[in-house]
């Protein structure tokens, strides 16, 4: 059967396209939605409603519909689109959905951006309002942007045909202004392009379809624009009647869209229900169409005489103060019933009529979009003349337009859109005035509609009307909404989350502004404006994730930060460890190693015999000023102000509760510049903190820090033979301990000519260096200490065994061994910390809280059986303790744990309730798994506690 | 600047050339291939080894006078402006910031005669010219190009020649400074994220150049 005219709508005749719908093979035409298409092959039936599998149809013709979701299989795999909005396209697939959709497990290919632009002025909608405003706009040079939804231009013009602007038909007017935006070198135009949030300083959100792409896809475009125009149109409202959620009945204006922009008859006997004007230009057209329009039905007792008569010369019965109030048929709309309703509403008072038809075009008013406006925090107000929700007061520069603010007739909205745009573009310093308002015809100011807010059953009470819906999608009634109210609720807040109304996919759109109806009406409210509207929030029409993530997916995701010595470290094989952005070689195994027996080799060599690792990623700040020294001192809890030039020193930062906030070495480069690392992960953290203090509380000293971070690679070249290896590599460099001393800096040119910083710092308790050069020629100098170092055997190490030899050590990580709640004391650190001077964070060691004997301390632990590795993060209790308390009293938690090779076993760091007054003593480690494993505390140095290995 | 004291400079630079590797210095075939000419074309270079000084003082006291005299052009005092003197450009950073930003093996000549007309001033230089490396992006479509990764209004009418900003393009800081009106733009970006920055940007060219 088809409902295809056999002429007229903006379909290509001559492009027929074949389709599928639930595995049954149509064809449709270019220009048709999915939805049309279906329509014009007599299909109107999409998927059961989501609860109580009702049957249900088609109703709109846009974003609003309530119905008509479908998985779409080709030409891309979408879930939960409405067919409504998919533009049909040739081979396309879809099957219709009961709610849920699923989402492809193929990779997506679809190609998904961002593009940020800026404008003078954004109009968002391309109807007649929309179009007057960028004109307007245009006209004045100003930076202009139009974004519409649809296809073409046009908007609610494309479902017309009676309108005619001088003279003309209204599209013919659409088309010139087309021609004449794009003539404008400064204006573009956004069709496919839904506005979808509206955020602080006029930027809005605009997703973009484009299915030109090969792999289908779309755009993100964050706008940002001095002056803003909502040309967003009006949804046109159901009503809340029984059986109103027949397939077969649909809104007026999607019908006469149907007819006129896609050719199709969605039906052959029509009734049409109207609150207002605007339905009967649908019952005329469908009339016209060859379609039996027995009746229409007005809420109105006395609608406007012209319309009453132009009806009754196309034979169409108009039924004034009625209301339709029961629907007939089982999968699809057979008839309605049609009763008198009394002058408050309050009660059906006539005899209950019959038709047979298959169509039922509703129309219960329009609600002007106001998403995006109350998006901006523009407030809204109900009108009881126009009985809707109009914008009211402005938050932001953005002026409101067309029956998007409640003007519905063409010559208004032409009026409000030349105006608002030679205002707004104005106002963004491109002045213009408006031109003058060209004649309309076909669509006059319509007569004050009649709201019904809620159709009173044939029998029973709101208690019982279950087949009154409110929320389709949701299955929500009006027994629904009066047991919200008869529990109590109030607040249309309240009674959506209770009632889940308008929390579907279209997240009211179609329902929204009835729900307040019929929420009015059971409260017994003067109007809905007493009961108020919920939170419009974006997006305003549903997005994918694929296209919030743009390009930023797969290698793009995140930037992968590298040192310049990376290169060689993937040649050699090195598995690699994210640290933060960094990419950092964890270790190189050998052929047949794996971790462990890699990072055992490689902790032996630095042990044993020299290794070399990869330091570069330390942060690094040079500060420079002749108030350095004083600026460090009060940010470093022990003092820098007196440390010699040629000197380093290691620090602790705490914030200001006495927390530890990060550590690491400093040396002197001059009197006036010191040369400071932090650890790799705090690098951005410490330049801010150090800056916030600069720039907000000591703004009088005479101190600069800039970042170095990547200016220099750092080599570190550690164990017993690295002196010898330094020797070689820096021929003219004495390296004897009495002329480059244990925390020292040395500058000299290093054998290959590059110039070189070298620190004699230990992160390891061995004799070692670090090297810093510019980083352009850090692969170069990474190979010459490796070339240097051949004949001591020189290993590469990486993360895991730096972590191991200072853990050793007893070296805490920040970050790893604290958390944020551990002071310098904790960590055994007294020592560093000054009595004499003030710093941040000192007085909160004050706090009773900070001295308390039984704050948890650093320690280490000792497996009784030497081969068990304790997992880090492994919680521990004291011997004894009863597991099966709520909660088990704990003592502390594991923080780092590793096998090491110069002690032949397992050890860990651990934060411990009073440790220092429990080494010696015994605790248990339950693990998940049902094991327990049994520790010794001791002091947390584990190797060489007496230092001797420092100088070689 | 004189002369004598740059070509000492790259002599300096010469000795050492072979040793040096640029950050994208692997990468040149590629950002070639992704570039295209024509009226919607673009194109990727980078520039590697630009000398790059950062400089902190007073931008009213006696320091700032000498120093405008010695680089032959006032620093720059507008918000995010460059001036340009001979081979070098000054790159307003902030209120007290600065980056002069001059060809390869330049750094250490200016570094010194900007030492010496510092004085005593409390101020601070810093080489940085290892710190970052640049990419150039220029053609017809570079502005669309940049325009799918940073925030900023790039169109002629609020960004051209002669000014600079410190923002993001895609996840990546840059400083982005206008050199010419085709648009030509140049990213400085440190040196750990010019490989993310480059693919990003010739994955964002694959649409102007198909």
Known sequence: ?952 | MTADSLAADNRAVDRLAHLRRSPLGGLADRLAAGSAPGPRGVRLREIPYLAQLNLRLDPIGPAARRVAEALGTPLPDRTASVTVTGALRVLWLGPDEWLVVGPDGTAPGVEQTLRQVLGDEPGSLVDLSANRTTLELSGPSARAVLEHGCSLDLHPRAFGPGHCAQTTVSKVQVILDQTDAEPTYRLLVRASFARYLADWLLDAMSESTP
């Open chain 1, 1 to 952: 059967m088809s409902n295809r005219l056999p002429t007229g709508g903006r379909v290509d005749r001559s492009a027929p396209l074949r389709f599928t719908f639930d595995g049954v093979e149509y064809t449709g035409l270019r220009g048709d939605t999915l939805a049309s298409a279906l329509l014009a092959n007599g299909v109107l039936t999409v998927g059961p409603s989501l609860y109580r599998e009702r049957p249900r149809g088609i109703v709109t013709a846009g974003v609003d519909d309530p119905h008509a979701l479908v998985q779409l299989e080709r030409p891309h795999s979408e879930p939960m689109q409405l067919a409504t909005t998919v533009e049909l396209c040739d081979g396309l697939a879809a099957i219709s959905l009961q709610g849920r959709g699923r989402l492809d497990e193929a990779p997506d290919e679809a190609r998904y951006d961002k593009s940020y632009l800026h404008s003078d002025v954004l109009v968002v909608g391309g109807g007649p309002a929309g179009l007057a405003a960028a004109l307007t706009a245009g006209r004045s040079g100003a930076r202009v942007v139009l974004v519409d939804d649809q296809p073409e231009l046009g908007g609610a013009l494309l479902g017309g045909g009676r309108e005619a602007i001088d003279g003309r038909p209204a599209l013919t007017w659409v088309a010139e202004v087309r021609a004449e935006l794009d003539a404008q070198p400064e204006t573009r135009v956004l069709t496919r392009a839904t506005a979808i949030g509206y955020h602080d300083q006029n930027y809005v959100l605009v997703a973009e379809r484009r299915p030109d792409l090969p792999g289908g896809g779309g755009r993100l475009w964050h706008f940002r624009a001095r002056q803003v125009v909502l040309a967003t149109g009006a949804h046109e409202r159901p009503l809340v009647f029984a059986g109103n959620d027949r397939p077969g009945v649909m809104s007026a204006a999607a019908v006469r869209s149907y007819l006129n922009r896609h050719a199709v008859l969605p039906g052959r006997r029509a009734v049409v229900f109207t609150t207002g004007d605007s339905a009967y230009a649908t019952a005329l057209e469908l009339a016209a169409a060859g379609a039996a329009v027995p009746a229409l039905v007005d809420t109105r007792p006395e609608p406007p005489a012209a319309l009453v008569e132009a009806a009754g010369a196309a034979g169409i019965e108009v039924l004034t103060g009625s209301v339709v109030v029961g629907t007939e048929g089982e999968a699809r709309l057979t008839g309605v019933r049609i009763s008198a309703l009394a002058d408050d509403g309050s009660e059906l008072t006539g005899p209950v009529r019959e038709l047979a038809c298959d169509l039922l075009a509703v129309c219960g008013g329009w609600s002007p979009a106001v998403h995006l406006w109350s998006m901006s925090r523009g407030t809204v107000r109900y009108d009881e003349q126009l009985a809707a929700f109009v914008p009211d007061s402005a938050a932001q520069a953005v002026r409101a337009v067309g029956s998007g603010r409640g003007r519905h007739d063409l010559a208004g909205c032409l009026s409000e859109g030349l105006t608002a745009g030679a205002e707004a573009a104005t106002a963004a310093g491109f002045p213009v005035t408006a031109p003058v308002v060209p004649s309309c015809s076909g669509d006059e100011q319509p007569a004050p509609p009649r709201p019904v807010w809620l159709v009173p059953g044939e029998e029973g009470d709101p208690s019982t009307w279950r087949d009154h819906f409110v929320d389709a999608q949701r299955d929500a009634t009006v027994a629904d909404v009066h047991r919200a109210i008869r529990a109590g609720m109030r607040s249309v807040e309240h009674i959506k989350r209770y009632t889940t109304i308008g929390t579907a996919h279209d997240q009211g759109k179609s329902c929204g502004v009835a729900a307040i109806g019929v929420i009015a009406q059971l409260l017994g409210a003067r109007s809905p404006g007493d009961v108020g509207t919920t939170t419009y929030r974006g997006p305003y029409v549903p997005v994918s994730f694929a296209l919030l993530a743009g390009r930023e997916r797969g290698p793009l995701f995140d930037p992968v930060r590298t040192t310049p010595v990376h290169p060689w470290h993937v040649r050699r094989g090195a598995v690699f460890e994210n640290v933060g952005q960094w990419q950092r070689p964890h270790y190189y195994p050998r052929p047949g190693e794996d971790m462990d027996t890699a990072v055992w080799r490689e902790c032996r060599a630095a042990r044993e015999g020299v290794a070399m690792m990869d330091a570069s990623t330390l942060g690094k700040i040079d500060v420079v000023g002749p108030d350095a020294g004083v600026f460090l001192d009060r940010l470093y809890t022990n003092g820098f102000a007196k440390l010699p030039v040629g000197s380093a020193r290691y620090g602790v930062m705490c914030r200001a509760d006495g927390m530890v906030f990060d550590d690491g070495v400093t040396v002197r480069l001059a009197p006036e510049h010191y040369y400071l690392t932090t650890t790799t992960g705090n690098a951005a953290a410490v330049l801010d903190w150090m800056e916030e203090w600069l720039q907000t509380e000591w703004p009088e000293l005479r101190v600069r820090c800039t970042s170095v971070t990547e200016q220099w690679t750092t080599v570190a070249v550690v164990g017993p033979r690295s002196r010898e290896v330094l020797a070689a590599l820096a021929p003219g460099l004495d390296v004897s301990n009495e002329a480059f001393p244990f925390m020292t800096v040395r500058h000299t040119e290093l054998a290959n000519g590059v110039p070189a910083r070298i620190c004699r710092i230990s992160f390891s308790g061995e004799l070692a260096y670090e090297i810093n050069v510019a980083s352009w020629y850090g692969l170069a100098v990474w190979e010459a200490v490796l070339a240097y170092g051949a004949h001591a055997g020189i290993t590469p190490y990486g993360t895991e065994t730096m972590h191991v030899l200072r853990a050793e050590k007893g070296y805490p990580i920040v970050g790893q061994d604290t958390d944020g709640t551990v002071t310098p004391q904790d960590l055994g650190m007294a020592w560093i910390v000054a009595r004499h001077k003030d710093f941040v964070g000192k007085r909160s060691f004050d706090r009773p809280d900070t001295s308390r004997a039984d704050r948890k301390h650093l320690v280490g632990l000792l497996p009784v059986d030497r081969s068990e590795l304790l997992p880090e993060g492994a919680q521990l209790v004291a011997p004894g303790a009863d597991l099966a308390a709520v909660p088990v009293d704990p003592l502390g938690h594991v923080t780092s744990s590793y096998r090491s090779a110069a002690l032949g076993r397992t050890f860990a760091l651990a934060l411990v309730r009073g440790g220092r007054d429990r080494i010696g003593d015994t605790v248990l480690a339950p693990l998940a798994d049902g094991r327990t494993i049994t520790a010794t505390i001791t002091e947390p140095v584990l190797f060489d506690p007496k230092g001797t290995r420092r100088d070689g």
